[in-house]
T-cell receptor, first 113, second 112 residues
Framework: DAKTTQPPSMDCAEGRAANLPCNHS???????VYWYRQIHSQGPQYIIHGLKNNETNEMASLIITEDRKSSTLILPHATLRDTAVYYC??????????????FGKGTLLTVNP | SQTIHQWPATLVQPVGSPLSLECTVE??????LYWYRQAAGRGLQLLFYSVGIGQISSEVPQNLSASRPQDRQFILSSKKLLLSDSGFYLC???????????FGQGTRLTVV
């Protein structure tokens, strides 16, 4: 799997948009970008994933650059409950010989009142 | 709907004692299963993953082992715990294409 680089921490004001960047300059053509988050003392939670088009769901939006070397997860209206570690993962979507799901250090997002 | 059960929630064990953590998944068949560990203040470390009954891949050589005796059951074991085995253990499952993984609530293990 391609490696990812994320800032170790970010702050955001409650009610504002939180934009979490991720660099994945060695991403391959068949690798997807996934985002998970982990609230303290809980298991990670899937947020969203995409290949090259921008994606949106009820939790967040994912913006992938045209060259696919970086992406941004956007939480449009951050709340205090969004305080968590956010993980950006790049991997092949289909199992094949690559079933592993590995996490980096992620970004600790702190939403402030 | 699919659910994942992991127990116990917390565990305190003396050094040198055995360990057995169990994880079961309901509502799906042929899931990929994973065991992770998270030491205090550290990231998630993949320990084992399994793509089928009896098929276990180990990521980190250590005194832990995993077994999958049934399709939806994944067990993490140790014969003799070390202090360094303390941490937050998480079980997870995904469908065969691995697009989205679902995590259990975790077991907080303290080895004393």
């Amino acid at each position: 799997d391609a490696k990812t680089t994320q800032p170790p921490s970010m702050d955001c004001a409650e009610g504002r948009a939180a934009n979490l960047p991720c660099n994945h300059s060695t991403i391959s053509g068949n690798e997807y970008v996934y985002w998970y988050r982990q609230i303290h003392s809980q298991g990670p939670q899937y947020i969203i994933h995409g290949l090259k088009n921008n994606e949106t769901n009820e939790m967040a939006s994912l913006i992938i650059t045209e060259d696919r070397k970086s992406s941004t997860l956007i939480l449009p209206h951050a709340t205090l409950r969004d305080t968590a570690v956010y993980y950006c993962i790049v991997r092949v979507a289909s199992g094949g010989s690559n079933y592993k799901l590995t996490f980096g250090k992620g970004t600790l997002l702190t939403v402030n009142p | 709907s699919q659910t994942i059960h992991q127990w116990p929630a917390t565990l305190v064990q003396p050094v040198g004692s055995p360990l057995s953590l169990e994880c079961t998944v309901e509502g799906t068949s042929n899931p990929n299963l994973y065991w992770y560990r998270q030491a205090a203040g550290r990231g998630l470390q993949l320990l084992f993953y399994s793509v089928g009954i009896g098929q276990i891949s180990s990521e980190v050589p250590q005194n832990l082992s995993a077994s999958r005796p049934q399709d939806r059951q994944f067990i993490l074991s140790s014969k003799k715990l070390l202090l360094s085995d303390s941490g937050f253990y998480l079980c997870a499952w995904s469908v065969m294409d691995g697009t989205e993984a679902f995590f259990g609530q975790g077991t907080r293990l303290t080895v004393v």
